[in-house]
């Protein structure tokens, strides 16, 4: 199992970005988490086999069609404690 832990810079709040997140990760069997930071960028942290952890990583560097990605900064995250699941968490 692979961690990463990613940010994600660009108009990616108030567009639905986190929930397309949320689904592009559940559809991949990753578990984790998607936050607001109150820079105006989001954070990731998602748990899973390397292929999908890959897949959502291009995935996020696209965004949904509201989003707008200016700069994604992906790193290899220390193993956390199990998720459940795949959650959207309050802004932090």
Not at 15 to 23: E, I, P, Q, T
Not at 32 to 48: K, P
Request: charged fraction near 30%; glycine fraction near 10%.
């Amino acid at each position: 199992m692979a961690t990463q832990r990613i940010f994600v810079t660009g108009r990616v709040q108030g567009v639905g970005f986190r929930d397309w997140v949320v689904r592009t990760a559940q559809r991949s069997g990753l578990t984790g988490w998607v936050r607001n930071l109150r820079d105006g960028r989001v954070e990731i942290f998602a748990a899973g086999p390397e292929e999908p952890l890959q897949a959502l990583l291009d995935g996020v560097r696209e965004g949904p069609p509201l989003a707008r990605i200016d700069h994604v900064e992906a790193y290899p995250a220390d193993e956390e404690k199990a998720h459940k699941g795949f959650t959207k968490r309050f802004t932090a």
